[in-house]
């Protein structure tokens, strides 16, 4: 059964493209006709490439990857990051900042910066500066915050970028092309696909599309991680039973020992009967 229905994405207004004279010519397979001057995306091929990406989507967070969801666009931003803290992503809607994935290292001492600065507030290092510095540093810790807050848990680079108008982010595309991540986006009529590994042909400006589309996305990523807890629970309940048979394997050895030792004690004990027994008689 398909995540998302043709008939939700008509409601949502997902078949609308750009104007004809603003078309790209490599989104033509997913064009079904223009009208008024503007093309219309084929939503049964919409529901076909939703599925997709959800489908590999699920099979990334089965693997516990972690995924960069990217909008700074009006319309998504807001959807995106409510989508993406539902399954605790990263996520970037304020702006992209150049070297994001390419400079990440750098990324990363900008994200320290903001933890070194929570420990100047609390352990008394705020009390010795003048208050235009303090001023400076807290203004300093807002921007930080602003633009980088939402990734302060990304320790790593992503395994793959979910991106809403690849157009717009197409600095974030090129990083993650130069870095080999893959891209999972909505491309509307007026953008390169080129790049883009799971693309969804769609309205990008509709906020209601880009919150059916990610509704999808992220119930895949619930469901590839329910799955790996489950394997998780199975693999530790297998782990337990050859642990049970393990230690069943020992105490047969140990009593099988024991009882070898026992046979062992009584002959000898036999056999010093009879010795002495023999003495007695002899003597």
């Keep these: 059964m398909s995540r998302t229905t043709f008939e939700q994405l008509l409601d949502a207004g997902a078949h609308f493209g750009h104007l004809k004279r603003k078309w ?118 807002e921007k930080l915050e602003k633009n980088l807050g939402s990734i302060a848990d990304m320790v790593r680079l992503p395994a793959a970028i979910f991106v809403v108008d690849v157009m717009k982010e197409h600095i974030a595309v090129a990083e993650a092309q130069r870095l080999a991540i893959p891209v999972f986006g909505i491309v509307d009529t007026n953008s390169d696909p080129t790049g883009v590994e799971y693309l969804i042909p769609a309205n990008d400006d509709s906020t209601k599309t880009v919150e059916i589309v990610l509704e999808a996305i992220v119930q895949a990523y619930k469901e590839g991680l329910g799955e790996r807890k489950t394997e998780k629970i199975d693999d530790k309940d297998e782990d337990e039973k050859q642990a049970d048979q393990k230690d069943r394997k020992i105490r047969i050895v140990h009593r099988s020992g024991r009882r070898n030792n026992q046979r062992e004690e009584n002959n000898n004990q036999r056999e010093a009967d009879k010795k002495e027994k023999s003495s007695e008689e002899e003597g």
């Design 24 to 141: 790209n010519p490599a989104m033509a397979p997913y064009i079904f006709m223009e009208r008024n001057g503007i093309h219309i995306i084929d939503l049964h091929k919409t529901v076909v490439k939703i599925d997709e990406a959800a489908e590999a989507m699920k099979a990334l967070a089965h693997h516990g990857k972690k995924i960069l969801f990217v909008a700074t666009k009006k319309q998504a931003k807001d959807v995106v990051a409510e989508k993406a803290k539902l399954i605790g992503m990263p996520y970037i809607t304020e702006r992209w900042a150049g070297g994001m994935l390419t400079n990440f290292p750098t990324i990363r001492k900008a994200v320290k910066k903001m933890s070194q600065i929570d420990k100047m507030s609390t352990d008394g290092t705020f009390d010795n500066i003048s208050k235009r510095e303090k001023l400076q540093i807290t203004r300093q810790r």
